[in-house]
């Protein structure tokens, strides 16, 4: 029998929601989508990074929904969510801008975070009327708009084309990343996480990784070797808090510096010493909080009386 695609125990497995629902995009992708805690607490909404889902942010669920309404969704192809054929950025602001719509009310805000791949959709969706209508303040984990092949340090190569080459051959290789093994492990703890990262933070971030499905991951990877969302962090005018790794070796922290430099209304950077790409499981303590913060400073106090909107 196969591992299950997470961990089941300790502080990284996810814990049940209390409702879930499928959003359907505007190409009919379908996307599976949870919400923990109470409806009529401030929401907070979560989008996940490449080969990742909703289990990676298993330990900011587990604090926030003491207090917050969570909703957390898996990208098109990861998790839960079937795969679809279309794969490109548009694709991500059309995902985010269905699961906005279907889990909050008209008019209601949210914070909203993103990982990885997911902190490229919340700037791909930045110039959406319905982002607008729905995003009170971001945050932005171990992410990039552009340059991501070129900057990446995978490859231990002075930067340039060799190495861009050689990079971008990794991260969209056809071979399966099969089962999680010791070697495995070593792997991935040195391409996405910090040298002192626990046992169970890489155990709990290779189930997740490698249950992603190879042709899922090639097809994201040629989306972010060509990223260019430089444009789009020019409207992302929300409060915007920018968090990244140090030994990030997928988005180096160069990428966390230039977005809040060119962010329009960024509220503080964040840069975690010995930590890798996955902050939100090497550090999720510092990523819980920033969430918080912002929900304190830019949410409005939950109306009880306000009619609960579920799907």
């Not at 729905?134 to 995978?154: F, K």
Request: charged share 20%; glycine share 8%; net charge positive.
């Amino acid at each position: 029998m196969s591992r299950p695609p997470h961990v089941t125990t300790g502080r990284y497995a996810p814990p049940v929601a209390r409702r879930a629902f499928a959003a359907v995009s505007a190409d009919g992708a379908r996307l599976h989508v949870e919400v923990h805690g109470d409806e009529g607490a401030p929401a907070v909404v979560l989008a996940h990074g490449w080969t990742c889902s909703t289990a990676f942010w298993a330990a900011q669920i587990r604090e926030l929904a003491k207090d917050h309404r969570v909703i957390a969704y898996d990208q098109r192809g990861h998790g839960r969510s079937p795969a679809a054929r279309e794969h490109s950025t548009t694709a991500l602001a059309d995902d985010l801008v269905a699961v906005l719509e279907a889990a909050l009310a008209p008019g209601e805000r949210a914070v909203v975070a993103g990982h990885s791949m997911g902190g490229m959709t919340i700037m791909a969706a930045a110039a959406r009327p319905e982002f607008a209508e729905h995003v009170a303040a971001a945050l932005l984990c171990s992410t990039g708009s552009a340059r991501l092949v070129a900057e990446a340090r995978v490859v231990p190569l002075r930067p340039g084309r060799v190495r861009t080459r050689i990079t971008g051959a990794v991260l969209s290789s056809r071979a399966p990343l099969g089962p999680v093994t010791p070697v495995a492990k070593k792997v991935l703890k040195y391409v996405t996480m910090g040298a002192g990262s626990a046992p169970d933070e890489v155990e709990a971030c290779a189930r997740i990784v490698h249950a992603c499905p190879t042709a899922v991951r090639r097809a994201w990877s040629r989306v972010l070797a060509g990223l260019d969302l430089d444009a789009d962090v020019a409207r992302l005018g929300v409060p915007t808090a920018v968090i990244g790794g140090k030994d990030d070796r997928l988005t180096p922290v160069v990428h966390a510096r230039g977005l809040a430099a060119a962010l329009p209304h960024c509220v503080g950077l964040t840069e975690i010493t010995g930590a890798g790409h996955m902050t939100p499981v090497e550090a999720p303590e510092t990523v819980t909080d920033a969430v918080r913060e912002l929900a304190a400073l830019y949410l409005p106090a939950p109306n009880p009386t306000e009619k609960e909107k579920t799907p």
